[in-house]
């Protein structure tokens, strides 16, 4: 009994302990002021939303505010962009502050958890270059997906556990955490087990995992499984639906939909989310070019009011 209580006392102090009850909220969990019991979350917007409409950082930014969004997901691609228009990081760092925004996280792409020791090294120079802008513009956290090993099944998990602890250890220098993403078509961290697994094992008090509800589908994963995470492993959920036609095995990123506008059980992982004390940011993460057709101001609006609607219903 001893070594069982010390086990789980390891697994929580990482935050990624199974929830002890289907009601139960972790300890130090509590609700953000200004959020209710029927919405309990905090609502994000991944920039990759409007792409299309080619707009600038700063121009997200301030529509993102105007909208209603919590938090804000930028992509480190245009960051490089606004840099090399003559951008100050830290001047939008401010700006996105003063309009009542946090970053909650940003999506880079760097060789981490590859075998090979010299991309390896390549890409840990890479995410410390992301890691610093993301610190530059007062970002909390940045995505740590399986990039460069999407065509490999022979990575061995317990040695991506200890690229993954090297990763965070990198970020502690820089204050911003990554995220270990589940990447649904890719063959490496498909699914929700194996980057709870990586997470678990590299033995980082801040490791954590970036779930996403269109991965979790295109992976494989059950979406029951959330229900064995503790909440506190979870910082930011991308948030969408999808349609039941294609068929998984067809199915791409562009035909992400709204959320409520699909199949994804999204009303039940809402509650599973509440119930093992997740107080995050759902993150509104599209990429549909149907959407991209369109105003910017009006997909981000509807884009808000439906996962509010999703919340809202679910734990009415």
């Known amino acids: 009994m001893t070594t069982h209580l010390n086990r789980r006392d390891w697994l929580a102090a990482l935050g990624l302990g199974v929830a002890a009850a289907s009601t139960a909220t972790p300890p130090g969990v509590g609700a953000e002021p200004g959020r209710s019991a029927s919405e309990p ?3 994000c917007l991944n920039t990759s939303t409007i792409s299309g409409q080619k707009l600038s950082i700063v121009e997200e930014v301030e529509l993102a505010a105007k909208v209603g969004y919590h938090g804000l997901e930028p992509w480190i691609r245009e960051l490089d962009a606004y840099v090399k228009g003559g951008g100050s ?33 390549k890409g840990l120079e890479e995410a410390k270059r992301n890691l610093e ?37 990198l970020g502690d220098e820089f204050g911003v955490v990554p995220q270990a993403e589940v990447w649904g078509f890719s063959k490496t961290l498909t699914r929700l087990g194996e980057a709870a697994q990586v997470a678990i094992d590299c033995g980082h008090p801040k490791a954590c995992i970036l779930p996403d509800a269109y991965h979790l589908y295109k992976g494989g994963s059950a979406f029951s499984g959330i229900r064995l995470l503790n909440g506190n492993a979870i910082h930011v959920f991308h948030f969408n639906d999808y349609p039941a036609s294609p068929p998984r095995s067809e199915i791409t990123d562009a035909q992400r939909v709204y959320p409520g506008d699909g199949v994804a059980p999204l009303k039940d992982l809402v509650r599973d989310l509440n119930a093992i004390g997740f107080k995050g940011m759902l993150s509104l993460e599209l990429f549909n070019r149907d959407y991209w057709k369109q105003d910017a101001a009006s997909v981000l609006k509807t884009g808000l009011e439906k996962m509010r609607a999703v919340v809202r219903s679910a734990l009415a």
Do not use: M, Q
């Open 133 to 169: 802008i993301v610190r530059a513009i007062g970002g909390k956290r940045l995505a740590a997906p399986p990039a460069g090993a999407t065509d490999r099944t022979d990575i061995d998990l317990r040695k991506a556990a200890e690229r993954y602890r090297i990763l965070l250890e």
């Open 89 to 121: 990081l830290k001047d939008l760092g401010k700006r996105i502050a003063d309009l009542g925004l946090s970053v909650e996280s940003a999506i880079g792409f760097f060789d981490w958890i590859v075998d090979d020791d010299e991309r390896r090294k």
């Open 41 to 43: 979350f905090g609502y």
